[in-house]
Structures are given as C-alpha cells and as structure tokens.
C-alpha cells in the first residue's frame, strides 16, 4: 500500500497490521521523519509499549490506537498461556503506564480489556481483538475528517472577509494525520478546506521539546502541498500583534469536562496572546480525548516529564548522517515539562466530531450528552 499522507490517498494509515502475516503490526517510526521514511514492525506487546514510550508513534488518538493493537499482539501470545486473558490484562497494566498526559491510552485499553471479558467461552479471542482494534482506527478515520468538515466552516468564514487573500492559521505542535490514524485533528479543516479550493498558509510552530512542528508538521503539509511557514515558538505573538494570524487551532491530548486542555508545551502561551489580539483560539478533538472524570485541568492532570536530553540536544542531518547534537552548556540544569493546561477561559471554541461547542462543560454535555451522563 502507498503511505503517501493525506489528501493524495485515502489508504495512508499511521499504524496498520502486516499484510502478509497478521502476527505483526506496522508503524511508521516518527523519530526518525523527516530525514527517513522507516516502517518498523511490532512482533509483541512489549514492542508496542516501547513504540509509545520512546515515542515512535505519538498522538492521543494513535497512541490508542497503538495500544489496542499491542493488546491484540499480547492475545496472540498469551494463547500459548494457562491463562490467556490474564496475560492480556497484565500487558494491559504495562501498557497504561507508558505515557500518562494522554487520555485516549486509557480508553483503548479499557475499551479492548472489556471486549475481552463480555467475551463467550468459544469465541476466537484473538480475532476479536483484531477486529476491535481494527474498528477505533476505522472510527478515528471518520472522527477526524468530520472535524474537519466542521472546522473548515471557521476558516470558510474568515475567508468571506478577506477574498483573494491567503487565510493564515497558527498551530502548534503536530495534530495531524501522523498524530491519530488519518486526517489529523488540528490539520483537518486545514485538509478539508484546501480541498474546497480555499487558500490557506499555516503558521508552524517548531514545538520545542521534541520540534514536532518542525519535524512532522512540515513534512506531513509538504508531503500534501499546503503553503505553510516554520517559525521559532515565540515568533507567535510577534505575528498576532502584526495581523499576520486570523486563527489558532491546536490539538489535545486530554481536555477536561469543564473544556481544559492539556497540550504539548506551550499553548498555553499562544493562548494568551491569542486572547490579547481578539484572535479566536480553537482546539480540535475528538470525544475520546475528552476525560469525562476530571473538571480541573490544573489540578487533576498529571503532566508528563521526559527525558532532558529531548532538550538539550536538536537531531538533525550532517553529512549525509541523521545525528544528535548537544546545544547546551555541561553542568546546566533542564526540566523538561511535555504539556501544559490551557484554561477553558482562553479558548474560543472546541471542535468535535459532532460539531462545535463552548469549552464548557455544558457545551461538551450538549453534544454529547451520552458519555457526559455516564461521568
């Protein structure tokens, strides 16, 4: 199957399972884009955990994704056990401890594991893992292009006011098709207003720790021809303050049901200055990523610290050589925060696969009121 990303072909997926053997499943290995397209297979959950982990798949809806397959792949081997759901829960336990900010892990994991208890005594367990993970990456696929069919009326709008001119849209991080299954959540109404023939530039921020936006977002908007600029994190504000920004939309990787967002580091900053140019700041999500146990973003979530070394050192190519290099002096202390809450107050609107609403509870509970009952 051609990967060629999102909108040259409907097939592109982020993770997929072998097509000649269904004992493994496949991964594009985001480390190493954009110097290298590398698909690397996982053999056992304990690969799957590593590719979350070590973040060689990322995303709140991908890294799901990717532990319900890693769950299908523990079935695989826990058939060979005495006690082959009890494997499957164990790898489950692992699983969920590799990345804590994201709530979608949870979720899948949840989802899969109580597949696997309703399940009837002669039922082929491991196909009915393969299904159900087959199923949340087909409905994450429909998730994200129907947030992009909502979002693209924003800039549609925007548009309308400014005929002729390029409408300019600021993200942050990488909230796109390499983040969930296909389409992206932030990257969505860009994709789908570009195919309705809109003009759109989009703002990339580089997205420090790990330069995502650099990294992946350029590659993923070149790769599909979308007029997009890089700039430094702090270059953000400048651009507000000189008109060059009609809109923000970002990701989430957890948003509570009061409409806190916790996001890769920083946004919370673009949400400031937003706020300080009446510039609307918008956050694409889908349901899943929506912790309907929490309302105080500040409090109740925890934020993920990884490893310094994501900072004081910048990969790049040399030579011809993917390499690492040390940009900080030896001796200085780092702390390396993942994510940060951005508060309901400061966002404009969330963009769901149900439509827009209020970062409120009461505008999460409108469209979805089913999963907002059960809280």
Known sequence: MDRMMMPKNENFRTIWLKPDDPTIVQIIDQTKLPHEFLVRDLGDYREGAHAIREMLVRGAPLIGATAAWSLYLAMIEGSNTSDPIGFVEQAAIELGGTRPTAVNLR????????????SGEDQDLVSLLRDEAQSICDEDIEICWNIGVHGCQLIEEISKRKPGEAVNVLTHCNAGALATINWGTATAPIYAATQRGINVHVWV???????????????ELARNEVPHTLIVDNAGGHLMQQGQVDICITGTDRTTRSGDVANKIGTYLKALAAKDNDIPFFVALPSTTIDWTIRDGLTEVSIE?????????????HGG???DVNTVAEGSAIINYAFDITPARLISGLITERGICDASEEGLAQLFPELAGRA
């Open 107 to 118: 979720w899948a994991l949840d989802r899969v594991v109580g597949v696997i208890r309703l």
């Open 205 to 219: 921020d580089e997205t420090r720790p790990r330069n995502q936006g650099s990294q992946l977002t350029c590659w």
């Open 305 to 317: 610290e990884r490893d310094a070394r994501e900072v004081s050192h910048v990969r790049g190519m």
């Open 321 to 323: 050589e993917v390499c």
